[in-house]
T-cell receptor
């Protein structure tokens, strides 16, 4: 049971380049999330999904896109990278268990846009 | 609008003493709260939670207290250990989303 995995761990992009951050979970959770964390800040929600084929915007969706074709995978796409997207990105899945719920986070992807 | 707030960015405590981390919230609809711990270069990990029907939940050295009238919760770590040095986030789920505080960086001094 690997939990939530993310690749790559670190990436440098040039302005205007595109990339996909991969996220996968093996816990059969329906809910999945993408957050970004800037220095000294909390976690800001980019996009989330409540199941395969269903996605919705969070607090800071501009410049990103997501898809959810399977329960396991929730990739995050950056189309035209900008310096403002320099951040650490965390993917999470959510276990709902009758009042005892939590999110499980991946190790993060550190992205630097130059 | 920051619905969950942690007003202390950092806290330093001597090993063996009590660490108290605070969190305030504004949404009275929140009925469940969680604390996460985050080490550098790792993702947050779940630490302890509390439902609004309780005012206290304990798990080993970690206790979370909830004061609904004040919209305030706190995490107590007793005794503090150097391995507890990390960033601690409080969080509250509502609907499909979680709201996180900005975190408090705890340093436990040996």
């Amino acid at each position: 049971n690997a939990g939530v995995t993310q690749t790559p761990k670190f990436r440098i992009l040039k302005i205007g380049q595109s990339m996909t951050l991969q996220c996968a979970q093996d816990m059969n959770h329906n809910y999945m999330y993408w957050y970004r964390q800037d220095p000294g800040m909390g976690l800001k929600l980019i996009y989330y999904s409540v199941g395969a084929g269903i996605t919705d915007k969070g607090e800071v969706p501009n410049g990103y896109n997501v898809s959810r074709s399977t329960t396991e995978d929730f990739p995050l796409r950056l189309e035209l990278a900008a310096p403002s997207q320099t951040s650490v990105y965390f993917c999470a899945s959510r276990r709902l268990a009758g009042g005892q719920e939590t999110q499980y986070f991946g190790p993060g992807t550190r992205l630097l846009v130059l | 609008d920051q619905q969950v707030k942690q007003n202390s960015p950092s806290l330093s405590v001597q090993e063996g003493r009590i660490s108290i981390l605070n969190c305030d919230y504004t949404n009275s609809m929140f009925d469940y709260f969680l604390w996460y711990k985050k080490y550098p270069a790792e993702g947050p990990t779940f630490l302890i939670s509390i439902s609004s029907i309780k005012d206290k939940n304990e798990d080993g050295r970690f206790t979370v207290f909830l004061n609904k009238s004040a919209k305030h919760l706190s995490l107590h770590i007793v005794p503090s250990q150097p391995g507890d040095s990390a960033v601690y986030f409080c969080a509250a789920p509502t609907g499909n989303q979680f709201y996180f505080g900005t975190g408090t960086s705890l340093t436990v001094i040996p």
